[in-house]
């Protein structure tokens, strides 16, 4: 039997743009082999990037306008404040946990891991699981799930038409511009982002020591970058949960730590603005366009309470569908 065609239709695009500061000293390691140039010095060195901005030039006194500079400086990237959410939202929502080798366990919409209890994949599809939807699912095929289905098409059909791709989007985040700007002075290279700590494992069988030195991100350095959530034509009922999904998620990060060492004190961080918009797929007589839509900005994660987010939900709807109802 041929397949019907599908249609999915990407109508408008949620960007979250935060700024936190880390209020301890972070680390996300750099990978070994990109520490081989370091000779001697700390064990362990946090991740760098180079990145241009623009600052505000001046001479006697006098602005010249924006010029462009190039700064190493320290990387958080958008992978590990991805799977940190997720991982702590798993936990919190009370998912199931699931392996493919009784190692690592996760909650993931996978016809794999699910094997044992295929109708826990089927009945995921069908709840709209906001994790597998916002942060992503192992994904299979048309024929994959038909096959699980006694090769009933017509009902595979029924679960792939609520599928989409990945909706959730995370930058790598950096210093932000403004920071950069007003600090310029006093951190002109990546020495000034770090801070050495000497720490020590004791064996508590032979009380052995093993110190080591470690390199970290000082506190007080002011981190930005973007979410951006895809909000597709099956979604209109999910946006709240979507975006109270989220909410939580920068609690979560907000009252745990991300990095490394969370458990000795590493990683802890304050958000410092919550921006949001959306970008509306518009088409024009000659083109496809975004129209950007304010939507709110929050100073503190405290701030998005289920009113608020009701209240974003209920414009973003009205926007991109018509009507809240």
């Known amino acids: 039997m041929d397949s019907e065609p599908i249609s999915r239709k990407l109508l408008g695009i949620i960007e979250i743009d935060l700024v936190f500061e880390n209020i301890s000293g972070l680390l996300i390691r750099m990978p070994i082999h990109a ?16 990145r241009k901005y623009y600052i505000e030039s001046s001479e006697g006194g006098e602005k010249k306008g924006k010029e462009e500079i190039e700064k190493e400086v320290p990387l958080i990237p958008g992978s590990s404040i991805k799977g940190r959410m997720r991982g702590l939202l798993e ?9 493919t080798d009784n190692k690592i366990w996760q909650h993931v919409r996978s016809i794999r ?17 906001e994790i597998d939807d916002l942060f992503g699912w192992a ?51 990546i020495a000034d982002f770090i801070e050495e700590k000497s ?25 930005g970058g973007k979410m951006k959530v895809l909000v597709f034509d099956i979604d209109k009922d999910h946006i709240k949960k979507y975006l109270s999904t989220l909410a939580l998620g920068l609690k979560l990060l907000e009252d745990t ?3 490394a060492s969370g458990s000795r004190g590493y990683g802890r961080i304050r958000f410092k603005k919550i921006g949001i918009k959306l970008h509306k797929v518009s088409k024009g007589k000659e083109a496809v366009g975004l ?6 900005t929050y100073n503190r994660v405290d701030d998005l ?13 009205k926007e991109l569908f018509g009507s809240p109802d």
């Open 257 to 259: 730590y991300i990095g």
């Open 35 to 50: 520490q081989t140039f370091r000779i001697g010095g700390a064990d362990q060195y946090p991740m760098v990037t180079i």
């Open 291 to 296: 129209e950007s839509i304010e939507l709110g």
């Open 113 to 129: 891991a699910m094997a044992s209890d295929i109708d826990e994949f089927f009945k995921d599809i069908e709840d709209r699981c």
């Open 305 to 317: 309470t289920d009113e608020a987010i009701t209240e974003l939900a209920d414009k973003i709807i």
């Open 139 to 189: 994904a299979a095929n048309l024929s994959q799930i038909a096959e699980k289905l006694g090769n009933n098409m017509e009902e595979a059909l029924k679960y792939f038409r609520k599928l989409a791709p990945t909706r959730l989007l995370v930058d790598d985040f950096t210093p932000t511009e403004e920071f950069i700007s007003q600090n310029l002075d006093e951190f002109e290279s």
């Open 199 to 223: 720490e020590n494992r004791i064996d508590r069988v032979t009380s052995a020591a093993d110190p080591r030195q470690i390199a970290r991100i000082r506190p007080g350095i002011e981190f």
């Open 91 to 99: 936990l919190a929502l009370g998912k199931k946990l699931f392996s």
